[in-house]
């Protein structure tokens, strides 16, 4: 019974590279979020999901892109990843569209020097 | 634009007193306002949610009071508690959004034994 997954929880890259942050859920929900929290922010949403091989921006997609392949996972790409974007990112997912309830990952804390 | 304001950034309460934080929202077509609570290294989680159709609903010590006409929500934690300390959360979301929430900036509050 695990739940909502994040891998890695802790992330160290350089600019420029590629890192991609997983999520994994095992209650079968439809939809699947990424959030990005910085202080003074609070939780900003970078992509939803509200099923497999649907997906759409949030509020502060740029830069990152998702896939969303099988229902269980939603894996967050940084194709290029830049100083702005250390942050810790949650992954989140709710049952459907009439659930209001988004249960959260653990976080996944990235630095990018 | 941040269509969720919180206050304030941060809190000092007694151990027994009454912890207040406010919210106010821009968009009218909110239609959810719940509440998250967040403990360190850990994602958030839901804590008590409201719909406009009430002004307040309790649960335990936590109460959300709601002014639809000011636009504005708050929670109320009675007896605060060491265990209490954390980061609140208020968001908000509209069904003809997809239900996206919309999150505050957050509020750090220690209660000190």
Known sequence: DAGITQSPRYKITETGRQVTLMCHQTWSHSYMFWYRQDLGHGLRLIYYSAAADITDKGEVPDGYVVSRSKTENFPLTLESATRSQTSVYFCASKRGLAEETQYFGPGTRLLVL | ?113
């Not at chain 2, 959810?32 to 649960?59: C, N, T």
């Not at chain 2, 959300?64 to 959360?89: E, R, V, W």
């Open chain 2, 1 to 113: 634009q941040q269509q969720v304001k919180q206050s304030p950034q941060s809190l000092i309460v007694q151990k027994g007193g009454i912890s207040i934080i406010n919210c106010a929202y821009e968009n009218t077509a909110f239609d959810y306002f719940p509440w998250y609570q967040q403990f360190p290294g850990k994602g958030p989680a839901l804590l008590i949610a409201i719909r406009p159709d009430v002004s307040e609903k309790k649960e335990g010590r936590f109460t959300i009071s709601f002014n639809k006409s000011a636009k504005q929500f708050s929670l109320h934690i009675m007896d605060s508690q060491p265990g209490d300390s954390a980061t609140y959360f208020c968001a908000a979301s509209a069904e003809t959004s997809g239900s996206r929430l919309t999150f505050g900036e957050g509020t750090q509050l220690t209660v000190n034994p």
